[in-house]
């Protein structure tokens, strides 16, 4: 119906131009910093005509002039022409100032121009971010290429507040292809999210090509079958897939070019069961662990050796072909939910423990850690696992990812070690989003509303020192439970929008407005359909729903 309005307005002026627009700034999720609304009536006249001139001599904010010209093409059917030099107005113009913050920008929608400044290309990327949000949303729902855009005046002045906004894909439990990958990294892209944690590796199938183990991808890429419903009963269909080095190299390009940095997650020492598969020496009991790529949900009891010097050999090599395809200075090694049952009976793991004086397996597992630490240092790179590497002590430098709620964060921040806030009570955009499950997609369990996700207090019990170790906030999406992208959409959105909000924005707990915030939400939910992303539509859940819109919001 909007569409058909939207045409017959435009049929009916002749020029391709949409009705006067009410100022969207006041929309802009993640929030910005400071928005200041121009006079009512003064507007920026974007055209295809419009030039874009970068006086910045920093080549990263091509990637800024990308997305513009990808709103340009969106809007008017064409790029926008560049400019090295100011000669008139009705320009987009990015100029260098070294005062904003780091990933910081001031954009100033002007009568004259639109001006951006940056003191990094990440700025400007940022800045086009909230132009794309800015840009009425049936600019981007109408078919026809419009003539002129106005944009209502405004100045904003923006930065993140965490250095470390991040979102976790699971490419084990179920494969996305490169370019579900891509769509994932655009969504992050819209929510200035900067990270995308990479988890590769799975007792249900290994997902990268390593050269010198072919096997990992020839074999413990595969899984005879699947689990059907929650461990219910066997599907009987052979299920794989994994990324090559080409396949990689183009996902961390594309993400870099969004300014987001990929982290790989290679599980060390549990969740092994595709590299047992590949190459049984790797286990505590060999080829007599007739080792299986695990159909089932959970985690396999199998674990890596860690007592023999070959698996560290193993690791090392693995992390070492790892390094050269990511350039993050973080390399996630996994380390939750580690079964250490088989180390006990393990002679190879037992001698490591005796010989190095180790209390327990849970040193020994701290052991490795340490190990893998000191190697990946020695390659100028840092180390994250998950809060479970806390527990037989841990290295100053290590950054603990906090998933069992926030006691590992808050436990490392207490320690002086970097910390990143991933609680399952808030974070874990696997579980329920609706209490009312009769048009649910069937999920792993829990339960986290929109609301809850946004209720997140990254800082909550930590002391204003103890916080300056919070590096920042994470949502997961594991995908035992998410067959398709379409899944993988609608879990992740909106939840996804209150991980950036929180990440980008964190409000202050007596600040916040939920109702602010779901409005905020709704709105950039369609530029979601726009954008072809499936969302849930349980805005409300556990916050007073408007009446009238109850309905429509509901189901999948
Ligand atoms: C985890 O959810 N096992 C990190
Ligand atoms: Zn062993």
Partial sequence: MKHFILFIFIVATGIFTLPAQVNNSSNLLPKPRSTTPGHEGCYFELTPDTKIIDLT????????VAEINRIAVAVFGKKLKNDTSVKGPGNIIIRKNNSCPAEGYLLDIAPENIVIQCSSGAGAFYAAQSLKQIVPVQAFE??????????????????????????MLDCSRHFWDVETVKEVIDILAVHKMNRLHWHLTEDQGWRIEIKKYPLLTKKGSLREETTTGHNEGFDGIPYGGYYTQK???????????????????????????????????????????????????????QIACAGKESTFEFWENVLEEVIELFPSEYIHIGGDEAPRDEWKVCPHCQKRIKENGLKNEAELQSYVNSRIENFLKSKGRRMIGWDEILEGGVSQDATIMSWRGASGGITAARKGNYAIMTPNSHCYLDYYQTSDRTDEPDAIGGYVPLHKTYELNPYDKLTPEEQKYILGVQGNLWCEYIPTPMQLQYMALPRLGAIAEIGWSNPAPEDKDINDFVDRAKNLSRYYSVFGWNFAKHFYEGVTPKEDEKKVYRGW
């Fill in 247 to 301: 396949d990689i190299k183009e996902v961390v390009k594309y993400a870099a070019e969004r300014f987001i940095t990929v982290i790989p997650e290679i599980e060390i020492p549990g969740h092994s069961l595709g590299a047992l598969c590949a190459y049984p020496w790797l286990g505590c009991r060999g080829e007599e662990g007739n080792y299986k790529t695990w159909p089932m949900w959970g985690v396999s009891p």
């Fill in 142 to 167: 109408t078919s026809i290429d419009l003539e002129t855009l106005k944009l209502p005046t405004v100045k904003i002045e923006d930065a993140p507040h965490f250095a470390y906004r991040g979102f």
């Fill in 57 to 64: 001599d920093d080549v990263s904010t091509k990637n800024a």
